[in-house]
């Protein structure tokens, strides 16, 4: 072969899109900690301590809590996937990019689907849910909790409420918000709850972890069907995080220990101070942004802190600055999706990033970048 390959040189970014936000070094070095066997003692010990710090971050007790190797979307196909039998009712709320791609697994699943939906920017109404699960019950009704697509965090309390008077289970996605603002999961009553690691828990991107609640546990063990996955069948996935050890794949060592040090890290932190933490850094990010004349496209009660959607001054090429930003600056946001694409940015201010200097430094950039 007569090309040379030089030694890889990526550039260092300050990552402020929806994902992936920037890993601490110490999450770094954990994950050059040599590689060992899935079922070594020292490994499954290692597995332990990440399934305990999980269920801190979700602010639950559910024993049925693991790590899923694949991003936010293999926890989302798990969740639905283990939960849906052919036929079964499902009621999606959708209000943005990852709600219509929940419908789409729920059709794979061939679940029968129903939606209701809200606009963009806006949220599901727990009325909404009602009139739906009034009209026709539902096994399961799934919710994205921060829609990463137009920046809005969905009160989940309520619709909990709702749901379980209907008799359905609940189903959140948290992939965009869990570390960063907070999820109680046990307070709030979801039965099904997963979320990605390159975003709020500042781990790289390809683990996601999942918590199942006792009602939850109850209909995977009610199936009559197996699972279509086999790789993401909950009830094998157990069998190798649980107590039994049984083989189900190859462990990915050096990713679990980023995610052990990326959770460790939220565990020292406190989730109180780090929710703080995230809400200082947007209030600081929407008052730069107003100050140059922007306006935020979520109402200030609805706003997820680790995700901000910004219009656009009126006639601006916004990608164009996107791109001024990474040459000049490399700092990485993101451009709108769906109905604001063109029209608006996203900024994520999501765990390790979620720092008033980076806040101080995207502001710096953006004024240089839209004066001249
Ligand atoms: C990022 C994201 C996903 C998908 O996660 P991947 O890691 O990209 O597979 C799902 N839901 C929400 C709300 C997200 O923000």
């Known amino acids: 072969m007569e090309a040379t390959f030089t030694d890889l040189n990526t550039p260092a970014r300050l990552l402020l899109g929806p994902g992936p936000s920037l890993v601490p070094p110490r999450v770094l070095r954990a994950m050059a900690t040599p590689t060992i066997g899935h079922l070594d003692p020292a490994y499954l010990s290692v597995m332990d301590e990440t399934m305990a710090l999980a269920r801190y971050?979700?602010?639950?007790?559910?024993?049925?809590?693991?790590?899923?190797?694949?991003?936010?979307?293999?926890?989302?196909?798990?969740?639905?996937?283990?939960?849906?039998?052919?036929?079964?009712?499902v009621l999606v709320c959708v209000a943005g990019y990852f709600g219509e791609r929940i419908c789409e697994m729920v059709t794979r699943a061939r679940g029968d689907l129903r939606r209701v939906d809200a606009p963009w920017g806006q949220v599901v109404t727990p009325a909404q849910v009602e009139a739906a699960l009034k009209e026709r019950p539902a096994?399961?009704?799934?919710?994205?909790?921060?829609?990463?697509?137009?920046?809005?965090?969905?009160?989940?309390?309520?619709?909990?409420?709702?749901?379980?008077?209907?008799?359905?289970?609940?189903?959140?996605?948290?992939?965009?918000?869990?570390?960063?603002?907070?999820?109680?999961?046990?307070?709030?009553?979801?039965?099904?709850?997963?979320?990605?690691?390159?975003?709020?828990?500042?781990?790289?991107?390809?683990?996601?972890?999942?918590?199942?609640?006792?009602?939850?546990?109850?209909?995977?063990?009610?199936?009559?069907?197996?699972?279509?996955?086999?790789?993401?069948?909950?009830?094998?996935?157990?069998?190798?995080?649980?107590?039994?050890?049984?083989?189900?794949?190859?462990?990915?060592?050096?990713?679990?220990?980023?995610?052990?040090?990326?959770?460790?890290?939220?565990?020292?932190?406190?989730?109180?101070?780090?929710?703080?933490?995230?809400?200082?850094?947007a209030q600081m990010l929407y008052e730069g942004l107003e100050e140059m004349d922007m306006s935020m496209l979520v109402a200030p009660e609805h706003r997820l802190a680790s995700l901000t959607t910004v219009c656009a001054p009126a006639g601006m090429d916004e990608m164009a600055v996107r791109k001024r930003l990474m040459a000049e600056y490399n700092i990485e946001i993101a451009g709108g999706l769906g109905v604001f694409k063109g029209t608006c940015w996203r900024v994520g201010l999501m765990g390790h990033s979620a720092r008033p200097e980076n806040v101080v430094t995207l502001l710096g950039a953006l004024r240089k970048v839209i004066l001249q």
């Open 57 to 89: 971050v979700f602010q639950t007790q559910n024993p049925f809590t693991l790590v899923l190797p694949g991003t936010g979307s293999a926890g989302m196909e798990a969740a639905l996937y283990n939960f849906i039998e052919e036929g079964d009712p």
């Open 139 to 281: 096994k399961l009704v799934a919710i994205v909790h921060g829609e990463t697509s137009t920046g809005i965090a969905q009160p989940l309390h309520e619709i909990a409420e709702v749901v379980h008077r209907h008799g359905a289970l609940l189903l959140v996605d948290t992939v965009a918000s869990l570390g960063g603002v907070s999820v109680p999961v046990d307070e709030i009553g979801i039965d099904i709850c997963y979320t990605g690691s390159q975003k709020c828990l500042s781990a790289p991107p390809g683990l996601a972890p999942i918590t199942i609640g006792p009602r939850a546990e109850e209909a995977l063990a009610n199936r009559k069907s197996k699972v279509q996955s086999w790789y993401l069948d909950l009830t094998l996935l157990r069998k190798y995080w649980g107590p039994e050890r049984v083989y189900h794949h190859t462990g990915p060592a050096n990713m679990i220990f980023a995610m052990r040090e990326a959770l460790r890290i939220v565990h020292e932190e406190g989730l109180e101070a780090r929710f703080a933490r995230h809400a200082a850094c």
